[in-house]
């Protein structure tokens, strides 16, 4: 039965990061992810001054809730939506002017309705090119803070970068939310800001078409923080152990009282027929032979789309995903990217502004799956190869954003499913 070493989580560690540069104090990380995105997101913070020492198991920061210890900074996100949305949230804060860029897929990617947000609060936010995307500068003051109305529709990574920012200012946050995706990572935002000190108070609105979110100002305090394994990477992993009669995966460390929604995409492996065992030290997947078609909202989850997608054509009918606009706008367009890999594959698909329904089919063995340099789409195409011959992958090393080992990792498990 294999026992598979998820590494820390990614959002965990961005999270993380941006509360042990503001905390007033040293803070350690352990057993943080180490990828592109994370090591961009602390090479980010060096930028800006904050000194971050790594070791394998453990970072420290030297945090600084004034802000930025520099008071100018030009800093590269890389590919990293956390490092290019949480930054410069926190770059206001300080006294300087900061610039920030990113990589051509990065660029592409929008962050509108939070800098809009951080202007409404004061904040003098500069975009060079295009309206809404990097580049941008920051030319800070501290943040005074106040009343702002944020669209979280697209992402909710705007929202967090908001909440984080609320202790950090002079009057505190109000944030009227008029629309929320992927809410379970906003969760994850506020449990974390508890255990270093702040609070967050959540009401909703009378009309009852939004969210009331209060922040009010505070100090972060240093802590040791464990970051728990990450839960959209272990789908991947559960998924296989789902397509295979017999074949059982455990995940130690995730389980019951995980902060991470993404943890409830067993719920769907288990309404397909999988058997499911979460426990408070672990999370265990058993194929049964079964996989019954469904249909599945996935607005909460959407990270995982790819996964289900990935394994819909063995299911023993459709296999429909509601509610996952969103998954257009993230590393390039997922629910497109799934829908032309499965067609690729000799699956028939139908897809919708915000849904995709796949049937039922034997995907053809030797396909090629176009990556989109998506380590989602790689990562979850993995597990279709499960059970079909010769498929390979234009970019195999796009994982390294999440999972720099994954391709290891994985055939590891595939011996010990005997697939």
Same mark, same amino acid.
């Given at each position: 039965?294999?026992?598979?070493?998820?590494?820390?989580?990614?959002?965990?560690?961005?999270?993380?990061?941006?509360?042990?540069?503001?905390?007033?104090?040293?803070?350690?990380?352990?057993?943080?992810?180490?990828?592109?995105?994370?090591? %961009?997101?602390?090479?980010?913070?060096?930028?800006?001054? $904050?000194?971050? #020492?790594?070791?394998?198991?453990?970072? @420290?920061?030297? %945090?600084?809730? @004034?802000?930025?210890?520099?008071?100018?900074?030009?800093?590269? !996100?890389?590919?990293?939506?956390? /490092?290019?949305?949480? &930054?410069?949230?926190?770059?206001? /804060?300080?006294?300087?002017? $900061?610039?920030?860029?990113?990589?051509? @897929?990065?660029?592409?990617?929008?962050?509108?309705?939070?800098?809009?947000?951080?202007?409404?609060?004061?904040?003098?936010?500069?975009?060079?090119?295009?309206?809404?995307?990097?580049?941008?500068?920051?030319?800070?003051? #501290?943040?005074?803070?106040?009343?702002?109305?944020?669209?979280?529709?697209?992402?909710?990574? $705007?929202?967090?970068?908001?909440?984080?920012?609320?202790?950090?200012?002079?009057?505190?946050?109000?944030?009227?939310?008029?629309?929320?995706?992927?809410?379970?990572?906003?969760?994850?935002?506020?449990?974390?800001?508890?255990?270093?000190?702040?609070?967050?108070?959540?009401?909703?609105?009378?009309?009852?078409? %939004?969210?009331?979110?209060?922040?009010?100002?505070?100090?972060?305090?240093?802590?040791? $923080?464990?970051?728990?394994?990450?839960?959209? /990477?272990?789908?991947?992993?559960?998924?296989?152990?789902?397509?295979?009669?017999?074949?059982?995966?455990?995940?130690?460390?995730?389980?019951? #009282?995980?902060? @991470?929604?993404?943890?409830?995409?067993?719920?769907?492996?288990?309404?397909?027929?999988?058997?499911?065992?979460?426990?408070?030290?672990?999370?265990?997947?058993? %194929?049964?032979?079964?996989?019954?078609?469904?249909?599945?909202?996935?607005?909460?989850?959407?990270?995982?789309?790819? /996964?289900?997608?990935?394994?819909?054509?063995?299911?023993?009918?459709?296999?429909?995903?509601?509610?996952?606009?969103?998954?257009?706008?993230?590393? !390039?367009?997922?629910?497109?990217?799934?829908?032309?890999?499965?067609?690729?594959?000799?699956?028939?698909?139908?897809?919708?502004?915000?849904?995709?329904?796949?049937?039922?089919?034997?995907?053809?063995?030797?396909?090629?799956?176009?990556?989109?340099?998506?380590?989602?789409?790689?990562?979850?195409?993995?597990?279709?190869?499960?059970?079909?011959?010769?498929?390979?992958?234009?970019?195999?090393? !796009?994982?390294?954003?999440?999972?720099?080992?994954?391709?290891?990792?994985?055939?590891?498990?595939?011996?010990? &499913?005997?697939?």
């Amino acid at each position: 039965m294999p026992v598979v070493d998820i590494p820390g989580s990614k959002s965990i560690t961005a999270r993380a990061l941006f509360l042990a540069a503001a905390a007033d104090g040293v803070t350690t990380l352990v057993r943080p992810l180490r990828s592109d995105d994370t090591e %961009g997101f602390a090479e980010g913070l060096a930028a800006l001054g $904050y000194r971050v #020492g790594r070791t394998r198991d453990a970072w @420290q920061v030297d %945090g600084r809730p @004034q802000g930025p210890p520099v008071r100018e900074a030009d800093v590269h !996100c890389r590919d990293g939506a956390t /490092t290019a949305r949480f &930054l410069p949230a926190l770059a206001a /804060t300080g006294h300087g002017t $900061y610039r920030f860029d990113a990589s051509p @897929q990065m660029r592409r990617r929008p962050l509108l309705p939070l800098t809009r947000a951080l202007r409404d609060l004061g904040v003098d936010l500069r975009h060079e090119q295009a309206e809404g995307h990097h580049p941008l500068t920051v030319r800070a003051a #501290g943040v005074e803070g106040g009343d702002v109305v944020l669209d979280a529709g697209q992402s909710s990574q $705007y929202l967090t970068a908001l909440l984080l920012l609320g202790p950090l200012t002079r009057r505190g946050l109000r944030i009227r939310v008029t629309e929320l995706v992927s809410a379970p990572y906003v969760e994850i935002t506020i449990a974390m800001m508890r255990a270093f000190g702040a609070e967050v108070e959540v009401a909703r609105e009378a009309s009852g078409r %939004g969210q009331l979110f209060v922040v009010p100002p505070s100090r972060y305090r240093p802590t040791t $923080y464990a970051v728990e394994p990450d839960a959209s /990477t272990a789908s991947y992993f559960f998924a296989a152990a789902a397509v295979t009669p017999g074949g059982e995966v455990t995940v130690p460390g995730l389980g019951a #009282g995980a902060l @991470q929604g993404d943890l409830g995409f067993v719920d769907v492996l288990r309404r397909m027929g999988a058997e499911v065992s979460v426990r408070p030290d672990g999370t265990t997947v058993r %194929g049964t032979g079964e996989l019954r078609g469904l249909t599945v909202n996935m607005r909460d989850i959407s990270d995982t789309m790819p /996964t289900l997608a990935a394994i819909a054509p063995f299911a023993s009918g459709p296999v429909r995903i509601e509610d996952v606009a969103n998954t257009r706008v993230k590393e !390039c367009d997922r629910l497109e990217a799934c829908a032309r890999n499965l067609r690729r594959l000799g699956v028939r698909v139908a897809t919708g502004p915000d849904w995709i329904e796949i049937r039922p089919g034997t995907p053809e063995p030797g396909t090629v799956i176009e990556s989109h340099h998506d380590h989602r789409i790689v990562m979850s195409f993995a597990v279709t190869g499960l059970r079909v011959p010769g498929i390979s992958f234009d970019d195999p090393g !796009c994982v390294r954003k999440t999972f720099p080992g994954f391709h290891e990792a994985f055939a590891e498990v595939r011996g010990g &499913l005997g697939a």
